[in-house]
Structures are given as C-alpha cells and as structure tokens.
C-alpha cells in the first residue's frame, strides 16, 4: 500500500491544492513545496521497503507496480526534480497571478502520474499513466496562453494523441503474440513466441508511441516548441523528466519484448543517432536560450537511444550479459539520470534570465550574469555536465555510450562495421556540437558585454538575481555534477539500475576514453570559433539562420494531414463509388466515420470548452460602463465564443489526426496479415 502514497496522494493534493488557492495564494504554494519535499521522502525509502502493488480489475488487466533498482532510482529522480522545480516555481510566480491555480493542480496531477509510470511492473499500467500525464502535462504548455503558446500545446497534444493511439494497438498485439504484458514473464514469453511478425509490429507501434513523448524523431516537432512558452519550472519538468517517460517505454519493451530482434535494435539505432544529431545542429543555429535548451534534450535523448539500440544488437547476437552490452545499457541508463539533473539545472538557470528580463533572445541578454557569482556557478557546472567534460557527470555516461559503441562493431562484419564506424563519428561531432553550443550560452551570458552600454551597466547593478530559497535549489542541484562525476558513484549506480556487475571493470579515465572525450571537445571547440563566431554571429550580433521553412511540421505533417491525405481519400471514395458492389459499403463507411468523427469533434470541443469556462477559466476585466449595455447570456455567450475559437480550431484537427493515427493502426495490421 506505500505505492498508494507515491502514485496516488498526488492526485488527493492537487485537488487540495486548488481549493486552497481559491482563498490563499501563499498558502497553496507552500502546500505544494510540501507535497513535492513529500514525497522526495516517500521516494527516498523506496530501496529500503521495496514495496510491490496490484490493483486488481482495473482497465481489464489491472494495475501492477514493483520497485527494482532502476524504478527506485527514478523515483527519486523524478521527487528531486519536483522538489527542486517546486521551490524555485514560488519565485518565479511571484508577480503572477494568471492561471496558478491550474499550474499547481496539473503539477501534482503530473506528479502522481510520471511515478505511475516510473514504478509500473507491465505495459497496460505504464500506457495508462503515460495518457494521463500527457493530458496534464498540456496544460504547462499552454500556461501563458499566447498564440505561440496555444499553437505550441496544440501541436504537443496532436503527438500524444496520434502517439497514444499508436502505442495502445501496440500493446494489444504484443499482448496477443506474446500472452502476458507484465515485465516479469514478458520476456520470457516473448522469446517463446511463434508470431514474431506480430511481436515485431507490436514493438514499432510502442516505438513510436513512447518515442513521441520522447522526442525521438520524426516524432519530435513538438519538443522545441513546447519548452520555450511554457513556465521555465515546467520546461525543467518536460525535458528532465516526461521526455524520459517515453525513454522508459522503450528501455522496458527492448529490455522484454524485442531483445533478440536485430532489426529493431538497427531501427532504434538509426534513429537514436539522428535524434542526436538533428537536435545538436537545431540547438547549435538557436539564438533563443530556451529553444536551445529544449532542442540540446531531443540531442540528449538521441544519446540515450543510441545506447539503448547498441545493447539490442549484442542482445540480438548473444552477447547481451557482456561488457560491451553492459556498458551500452549502463551508460544509457546513468545518462537518463544525468540529463534528467542537469536539465533540472539549466532550465532553472534559464528562469532566473526569464524572471528578471522577460526576456530568451541571446543578444538581448548577453552579459546578464557578468557579476553573479552563484548563478554563474550553476550553469557552468550543469554546461560542463552535458557536455561530457572529465570529472563531471556526462562524461561518465557518455564514456560508457561511446565504448559500447566501439565494442558492439566487433559483432558485425562487411557493410555493418563501416555503418558503425559511421555512427561514432555522428556520436562524437554530436558531443562536439553539445560543447559548441553550451560555449555560446556560458560566455554570451556571463563573459560577453551586452552591445547596449546602459543596458550592461543595469545588469552589473543587479548583484543578487534569485531569492535564497531559489539560489539553494538551484546551486544544490547543481552539485549533482560534480558528485555523479565520480566514477565509483556512478558504477554503483550503473549496477543497482541495470543488474549488471560487468560494469565494474569500466575504467573512466584511460588514454583511450579521454581521447574520445577530448576528440569531441576539441570538435566543439572548432564549431565554436569558426561556426559560431564566424558565420553564426554578424556585425557583432548572434543571428539564426535555420531556414524557417525547414520546419517538418509545416512542410511535411500538416500538408500532409489537411491537404494530401484528404484528397487521396476523396479520390479513392470516387473510385468506390464507382464501383456499383462497393458503392453501398463505401457510401455506409463514409457516413458512418462522419457521424462517429462529428460525434467524438463537437463532444471533445464541449469538454474542453467547459473546462476553459470552469477549471481553467480566463478572468477578462471589463468596465462598469461595458457591462451596463450587454445582457448576462450576452456576454457569457461571448465569453464561450472566445474560449472555444481556438478549441475547435485545434480539437478539429486532432481528432482528424486520431482517424490518420486508425489507419496506421490498420496498416499494421494489414502488415502482419499479409
């Protein structure tokens, strides 16, 4: 029942919360700090109780939670990340008033959720907490509800719809391929399976449902949209730790369901290293501190699932309890934690810019933190961490990545070996890409001069940027770098998460590892100089020169979805109607996926509607004069007309996109038939 506390409570709190905020803003806010410090303590006695947890009856297949070494330890990473987040939230709403009662429900909720998730012991219960806080989680996109904003949740939650329904045909095939989808015979009788086709397109459909959680491309058009308009505590949240709620789908499914495919493990490969690399170049042209932040995590995550597809293949080819495997899952494990905490760093960092500038374009503040001492300490050692320094935390994990990497070529023969040499070579010019990149943000923040002289001159003015409360959050946290740059740490670590004491023969700090390391610091080093101060920069000013148009998208998934597809579809009904046997059946089939499509349109728009005018209401400040000449219906008619304007317009299109989600459904089954 010590799960309940964990997974549930949440939800009981959050209502508690936003009842208490109707009458006292402070004291909601302090209750919240105290729900997250909470259950940091609940987590942190998970490894001593090891306490497991079935619900029974629930959604069919029930509820299954357990507590190994790899749900304790992310347990506690999501509690830290909550703590952190939450203390330093108080101050960064200080001078806010709009919507913080909605914030603080849905980050309770989301809380409960993500342990949901974390803590899951089969599929069925990971897939119903990956929905709920996909729907809860939307609304920090949303939170300043500008148009950049709406558009941005909009597009999140077109992902988690396509991607949720996805998944679920997922789940149902590997469920009827496999019998079970509780991790603890899964794996078992996955291997023991007669239809691999159908485990095989089950674990596609999972791919791509938890990798547009992820971030993982093509899935990722949301991410780099997303953690920019929402609160800097809530981009903390959605890149340290809801991207690595889809991280751990995959981890789970490759770990019991699609270990032995060598074909899945290329395909995870393959697309772990153009998430590296897609997201590195997209946050190496940023000129926004928080779009780089946010487009440097789809990087992050690349590395994570590059680690993850080099352990498949060992598996794939029986070496999956080896040292190189070892190091390939440890590394991809110890690095999901490792940007989990410096994110945690980095985005509060970033808040810090935002509270006091209102402010992310880096010519506007360049040289911000010239004279603040801490602040500078913290990002420093969360830029150090991510970019794989010796003696800091990515390092480690990065090591381990890259030497799995290495190994796994020795499997392979003829054209695989050169892919490989291939993919250490994206590895380490996307690590040099990581370290171009966190240059620009350090010295543009804290070396350089701001090109306005009395703008400059107001920030060295500015001695303190952050209450003590946020600096002990943010500073502390920061620590984090340093502690998990130890690699005696970090093998502990590495062997309670994975199970694996092959680990323990890693060596850190061999000339081999350090002339990876320094490879690709020496790469980013160059980026740097001649990239970025050269093309990157004009006339003294950091400019973006990403062409706009290359945004997947608007030039490939809203054409495609508004535009082509309906007109295929179009012209395949006239092909129907043709056809005077199918005529009637095709006729019947439209009419029917019009009424059901209308149905589920005008019910959801309801909803959320409803919702808008209720639990996140817009508060519209008018004169008595105003008021005087319209009636009450008048202008609650009005008021219902403004919140659905941009409802209809975006649950239209979701929904649409939930047809489009049915027929990749259909074809995977049509797949497997044939």
């Not at 947890?53 to 749900?71: Q, S």
């Not at 850190?508 to 001649?530: D, H, M, P, R």
């Amino acid at each position: 029942m010590y799960i309940l506390l964990l997974v549930f409570l949440p939800f009981l709190e959050a209502l508690i919360a936003y009842v208490l905020g109707r009458r006292d803003e402070n004291a909601r806010d302090n209750f919240a700090i105290a729900c997250a410090v909470l259950g940091l303590i609940f987590a942190l006695l998970l490894p001593v109780l090891k306490p497991a947890l079935t619900i029974p009856g629930i959604f069919v297949y029930g509820l299954h939670f357990t507590t190994d070494g790899f749900r304790c330890a992310y347990s506690i990473v999501t509690a830290v990340m909550w703590a952190g987040t939450t203390v330093f939230a108080k101050e960064y709403f200080a001078h806010e008033r709009e919507n913080l009662n909605r914030y603080w429900l849905f980050v309770l909720m989301t809380l409960g959720a993500t342990q949901g998730v974390m803590l899951s012991a089969d599929l069925m219960t990971a897939f119903i907490f990956f929905e709920i806080l996909s729907f809860t989680s939307f609304t920090w996109v949303i939170h300043e509800e500008t148009p950049e904003a709406i558009r941005a949740g909009y597009t999140y939650l077109f992902i988690a719809v396509i991607g949720g329904l996805i998944l679920f045909m997922g789940l149902i095939l590997i469920d009827q391929a496999a019998g079970t989808l509780l991790f603890s015979g899964l794996k078992a009788a996955a291997a023991a399976a007669e239809k691999k086709g159908m485990l095989f397109a089950g674990g596609i459909c999972v791919l791509i449902g938890f990798g547009a959680k992820a971030g993982m491309f093509p899935v990722h058009v949301w991410l780099p949209k997303a953690h920019p308009v929402a609160p800097s505590p809530a981009s903390a949240l959605l890149s340290g730790i809801l991207t690595k709620v889809g991280i751990y789908g995959i981890l789970m499914l490759s770990l019991n369901a699609l270990f032995s495919d060598v074909v899945f493990g290329g395909i995870v490969l393959t697309l772990g290293l153009i998430t590296m690399f897609l997201g590195a170049l997209l946050a190496l042209f940023s000129v926004n501190l928080k779009r780089t932040l946010a487009c440097s995590s789809m990087s992050q995550v690349g590395f994570i699932l590059t680690g993850i597809g080099t352990w498949l293949l060992f598996s794939a080819m029986g070496h999956g309890e080896g040292e190189g495997a070892a190091l390939a899952l440890s590394g991809a494990m110890l690095h999901m934690v490792n940007h989990s905490l410096i994110k945690l760093v980095l985005f509060m960092c970033a808040g810090v810019v935002v509270m006091n500038l209102h402010a992310l374009d880096l010519n506007a503040i360049r040289g911000y933190g010239r004279n603040k001492q801490l602040f500078k300490l913290a990002f420093g050692l969360g830029a150090l961490g991510i970019s794989g320094v010796p003696f800091f935390n990515g390092y480690i994990s990065k090591t381990m990545l890259h030497e799995g990497l290495v190994h796994v070529r020795h499997l392979f023969e003829g054209g695989a070996v050169s892919a490989l040499v291939f993919a250490e070579i994206v590895f380490l010019v996307s690590g040099g890409c990581t370290f171009a990149y966190m240059l620009k943000l350090f010295i543009c923040l804290f070396i350089e001069k701001n090109e306005d002289p009395a703008r400059q001159a107001a920030f060295d003015a500015q001695k303190t940027c952050m209450n003590p409360a946020s600096t002990l959050a943010i500073v502390g946290s920061s620590a984090f770098m340093v502690i998990l740059g130890v690699p005696a740490v970090m093998k502990n670590i590495a062997e309670v998460m994975s199970g694996m004491e092959e680990i323990h023969e890693f060596a850190a700090f061999t000339f081999e590892n350090l002339k990876g390391g320094f490879i690709s610091l020496g790469i980013g080093a160059v980026l740097y100089l001649f990239f970025i101060r050269k093309v990157l920069m004009k006339d003294g000013r950091y400019v973006n020169l990403w062409p706009a148009k290359l945004d997947l998208e608007d030039l490939l998934y809203r054409p495609l979805l508004t535009r082509w597809l309906p007109e295929i579809f179009g012209n395949l009904a006239r092909l129907f109607g043709e056809n005077l046997l199918l005529a009637p059946l095709a006729r019947f089939t439209l009419l029917l996926a019009s009424f059901v499509g209308r149905v589920m349109d005008v019910s959801l728009d309801s909803l959320i509607v409803l919702a808008r005018k209720t639990v996140i209401s817009e508060k519209r400040v008018r004169n008595r004069e105003h008021l005087s000449r319209v009636t009450r219906w008048q202008t609650l008619r009005r008021e219902t007309q403004d919140a659905a304007e941009p409802v209809f317009a975006g649950f239209t299109f979701a929904m649409f996109m939930t047809c489009i989600g049915m027929l990749i459904i259909f074809g995977v089954l049509l797949y497997y038939m044939l």
